[in-house]
């Protein structure tokens, strides 16, 4: 059933997301051709279009990350909390699956949003493109290789992080619609969690890379400082999803 539900929220994202990526490919191919353009002796009307190619890039690039990072919260408050949640929640599956498969989506798009940048990058400047590719992959390569374990625990950071801020926002959309007035909500526990998390802080600041490095910025990061980090973030993981879980299968009540 797990497999099931995501291959639907995959096939629901992806008619959303695709339509995004042609119009983003479009737009890099037209930057691509002006930008190898010589405007000194062209029309004015050309560069004015050019400039507006060019900006309509850097403001889709943006959409392109916040849509791949928004998209599986979107679908989380849809298929739970609207009228669409009568059918998802009277199905077999419990509640926490419907996390799981919205996070697995989100970390699959927000990957995909990194990838279709690069391939952005790719179209508009070929050489330039794979001569920085190539000489970051090639520093990538020499710390993987030197540094396996270091570089895995950085990864699983990453990974961590990035849980850990999907998962808090299923949070927040979950105990925000136990309100009438769901956006004020929303922001309401946004801002007192970011209270909370600050006065946690002053106790705990090294819990973060940032941290680390402000209150120890001449000292090299070892594994175990990363390690600290990993279980600190999955605490908040565990302790966000268990209260999401908790509300959407005891608190909230479909109308």
Not at 223 to 242: A, E, H, R
Request: hydrophobic share 55%; proline share 2%.
């Amino acid at each position: 059933m797990l497999g099931k539900l995501l291959k639907y929220e995959m096939k629901r994202s992806a008619r959303r997301f695709c339509p995004l990526v042609a119009g983003y490919m479009i737009i890099s191919v037209l930057l691509a051709v002006f930008s190898r353009m010589d405007f000194r002796n062209s029309d004015v009307q050309l560069a004015v279009i050019f400039a507006i190619i060019a900006a309509s890039y850097g403001i889709l690039t943006s959409v392109l990350f916040v849509f791949g990072f928004s998209l599986s919260l979107s679908n989380f408050n849809k298929t739970l909390f609207t009228d669409e949640g009568y059918l998802m929640l009277t199905i077999p599956v419990k509640p926490y699956y419907h996390i799981f498969v919205k996070l697995i989506s989100s970390v699959v798009w927000s990957a995909a949003s990194i990838a279709v940048f690069l391939l952005s990058l790719f179209i508009i400047d070929m050489d330039g493109f794979a001569s920085d590719f190539k000489e970051l992959a090639d520093i990538i390569s020499q710390v993987i290789t030197h540094e396996p374990l270091t570089a895995l625990l950085v990864f699983l950071l990453m990974l961590a992080c990035f849980a850990n801020l999907q998962i808090f926002f299923y949070f927040v959309i979950s105990l925000s619609n136990c309100f009438s007035h769901k956006v004020l909500a929303g922001f309401a526990i946004v801002f007192a969690n970011s209270i909370i998390m600050s006065f946690i802080g002053r106790f705990n600041f090294s819990s973060s890379m940032f941290g680390f490095y402000i209150d120890n910025p001449n000292e090299i990061i070892s594994n175990v400082d990363i390690c600290f980090m990993i279980l600190y973030q999955l605490f908040y993981i565990v302790v966000y999803f268990l209260l999401a879980n908790f509300i959407i299968t005891r608190k909230h009540n479909l109308q």
